[in-house]
């Protein structure tokens, strides 16, 4: 007997006994709490008020996320383009077998107790190492192991503000990302992209109008749109937010999965020391199962932050931390990246090429790297409208409107992961596509 509603970009959904009447659930930055209590009604409703009452605080919270954890559905016949993770098939599974085997048998007990609260020291020393090829500077000290980079955005969210505080995002924004900063109460601003990125030119208004706590931006093959910031944007937004004494957290979360191009300038490396906290993570680009990521800081924020840290889980795991550590210092991980980079560039090519063929009517935003392709829609198509419909045609996307603080601004557009297929499956996926905008644009 549970309650029916809908949230914009996921679907109709039942909600279970407990939960809110139907009504559409507070998107933007309706504020938490701002709903009425129920009473509950003791004859079907079991649950005390205490539990209502966290419902009204959080209710954005009792929405279905709108894009999947794993990669692959669990229904056979429907190819997942919605996913945002890399291909599952391609973790290296019998070298990181390997590195465990060897880890557990030269350190013995030792890796089993709690590890550093920042981190194994030799790994963060290794990551230094991997992000000075990349010519971003970050001492080992100032290297603080996470829970992935989710984990560092949350550290980061929990030491620089607090509820109410306003927050500048890019307009598309990483969706969980999105969802982090709501649960703390923050005020999320967006600040619209184009394709060079960031719009810098709309910040000094911005800035001056709601003072935020934090700015947030994925600079590199950026979720959900694949963009990389321009070099000269990068500038800019790291001089305005030195000048404005505002932290930048420079979320680069898939920077290394690069197919054509020239990188840019990490803003950690084009900034004052201490002026930004860099997250970065083994997800994407290893596999997310480590739960594996980092959180550069410098000053006296990086000692707050490994208090944090404690705080949340005392800390990462040392055997975990530990195997890593070895399957990168034996050279394993540069050549996964380097085999996955080969793939996954075959793999956007194929995408490219079937969207180019089948539905030229669809505009794509470059692809230099990462895992997304952002299509927009030719009028009057909206994802609302062809997610369900691409589903039942067998492929499933992700629909612009998960990413946006205002969902209808992404009515337009669709987020496909080219990474998790083979060039033969990811051409099915486009005709299936094809086929359901054909059936759309015939009614
Ligand atoms: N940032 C972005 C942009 C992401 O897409 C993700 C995961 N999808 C994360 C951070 C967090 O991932 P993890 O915690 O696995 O590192």
Redesign the pocket.
């Known amino acids: 007997s549970g309650l029916v509603a809908a949230r914009v970009g996921s679907g109709t959904y039942v909600l279970p006994p407990y939960s809110t009447p139907a009504r559409s659930l507070p998107r933007g930055n309706a504020p938490c709490g701002a709903s009425p209590a129920r009473t509950p009604d003791a004859a079907s409703d079991p649950w005390p008020q205490w539990q209502h009452h966290a419902l009204h605080r959080h209710s954005f919270l009792s929405a279905p996320p709108a894009i999947p954890l794993s990669s692959h559905s669990p229904q056979a016949d429907i190819i997942a383009l919605n996913s945002?993770?890399s291909d599952p098939r391609l973790f290296p599974v019998d070298q990181l077998r390997a590195s465990l085997r060897e880890t557990l048998r030269r350190e013995g007990w030792k890796a089993g107790e709690y590890e550093e609260v920042a981190g194994y020291p030799p790994l963060r020393r290794t990551i230094s190492h991997l992000l000075a090829d990349q010519g971003i500077p970050a001492a080992p000290q100032d290297i603080i192991i996470t829970?992935?980079?989710?984990?560092?955005?949350a550290l980061a969210c929990q030491l620089l503000t607090s509820p109410g505080d306003s927050v500048l995002v890019e307009s598309p924004s990483?969706a969980?990302?999105l969802d982090l900063f709501r649960s703390r109460g923050l005020r999320i601003i967006p600040v619209p992209m184009d394709e060079e990125g960031m719009r810098t030119d709309l910040l000094p208004a911005l800035l001056k109008e709601h003072a935020p706590r934090l700015i947030y931006t994925?600079p590199n093959f950026?979720?959900p749109t694949g963009i990389c910031m321009s070099g000269q944007r990068r500038r800019q937004l790291v001089h305005m937010a030195r000048e404005h004494g505002i932290p930048l957290l420079e979320?680069d979360?898939?920077g290394e999965l690069r197919y054509e191009g020239h990188a840019q300038p990490a803003l950690k490396a084009l900034a004052h020391p201490g002026d930004t906290l860099y997250?970065g993570?083994?997800?994407?680009m290893l596999m997310?199962g480590l739960?594996v990521?980092y959180l550069v800081a410098e000053g006296p924020v990086r000692d707050l932050l490994i208090r944090c840290k404690r705080l949340n889980d005392l800390s990462s795991s040392g055997i975990i931390q530990r195997a890593l550590h070895r399957f990168v210092s034996v050279g394993r991980h540069r050549a996964h990246l380097a085999r996955s980079c080969q793939i996954y560039r075959k793999r956007r090519n194929a995408l490219l090429q079937a969207m180019a063929e089948h539905l030229p009517q669809v505009r794509i935003a470059p692809i230099q790297g990462g895992l997304f392709a952002w299509c927009t829609l030719p009028a009057p198509l909206t994802a609302g409208s062809l997610a369900p419909l691409a589903l039942h045609h067998g492929v499933a996307v992700a629909p612009g409107t998960a990413f946006f603080l205002h969902p209808e601004q992404g009515a337009a557009h669709l987020r496909l992961n080219f990474a998790l297929h083979d060039p033969e499956t990811l051409q099915e996926a486009v005709r299936r596509l094809a086929a359901a905008i054909r059936q759309l644009e015939a009614q």
Request: net charge neutral.
């Open positions: 945002g993770n829970a992935g980079s989710q984990q560092a955005l990483y969980d990302g994925i950026h979720n979320d979360f898939v997250a993570t083994f997800s994407k997310p739960r990521g």
